[in-house]
């Protein structure tokens, strides 16, 4: 071979190789453009014992508002709402109406990076919120003949008063009975010494 072919092989092969180590940067460059999920609120695997308000994404860098989409189902694939979420700078919000059933819930979202490319991605929370029981009003019981009647012809007790007076009365009764017992016997005793007097008084 030549000193010139063999110069051509050599120039040849530093250009192939130029070539593949900028595509390799290139592709990495690429690559590492697009951005990733931070964190979330419900975070992926959280059990929460109460349904949340919201669900929030936050990404490592700004998000283009194209297209965000965040759908929230049950575990039977049910949507719970199909709002569309707001995106503010970072973060991709959800709000979740009220009257969350307890279960598992899937967060299934689709957001357009700062380099223009859409990522996308999915996880699962669990509500597991307590059971509410409601107690129903008694109505009141409404009383039977029987009770009323009794309730009616029933006699009331005598008061303290009432007792003082009924003493009283017994008291005076007593007195008046002694008194005239007395006057009997009196009297009896007078006419059996008048009686004593009159036989020794005859011849």
């Keep these: 071979m030549s000193l010139s072919a063999r110069a051509l092989n050599l120039r040849a092969l530093a250009i192939s190789a130029v070539a593949l180590f900028l595509g390799l940067t290139l592709h990495a460059g690429a690559a590492q453009a697009h951005d990733v999920l931070l964190s979330s609120a419900p975070a992926e695997g959280e059990t929460l014992s109460a349904a949340p308000t919201e669900v929030r994404l936050t990404f490592n860098n700004d998000i283009l508002d194209l297209n965000a989409a965040i759908v929230l189902t049950d575990a039977e694939g049910t949507v719970l709402t199909e709002e569309a979420p707001v995106v503010d700078g970072t973060e991709v919000a959800l709000p979740v109406p009220d009257g969350v059933p307890a279960g598992v819930w899937t967060v299934t979202w689709r957001v357009v990076s700062s380099d223009g490319h859409p990522i996308s991605g999915a996880y699962e929370f669990t509500v597991d919120a307590p059971a509410v ?57 007078v006419g059996a010494v008048a009686a004593v007097i009159v036989r020794r008084s005859r011849p």
């Excluded at 129903?136 to 009616?152: C, Y």
């Excluded at 007076?165 to 006057?183: H, K, L, N, Q």
Aim: no cysteine; hydrophobic share 30%; aromatic share 2%.
């Design 133 to 189: 029981t409601t107690v129903e009003p008694t109505e009141p019981t409404e009383p039977t003949e029987s009770g009323t009647a009794d309730a009616g012809t029933s006699d009331p007790e005598p008061s303290d008063s009432a007792s003082a007076v009924d003493t009283g009365d017994d008291g005076s009764e007593s007195g008046v009975g002694r008194i005239v017992a007395f006057v009997v016997v009196a009297i009896a005793v």
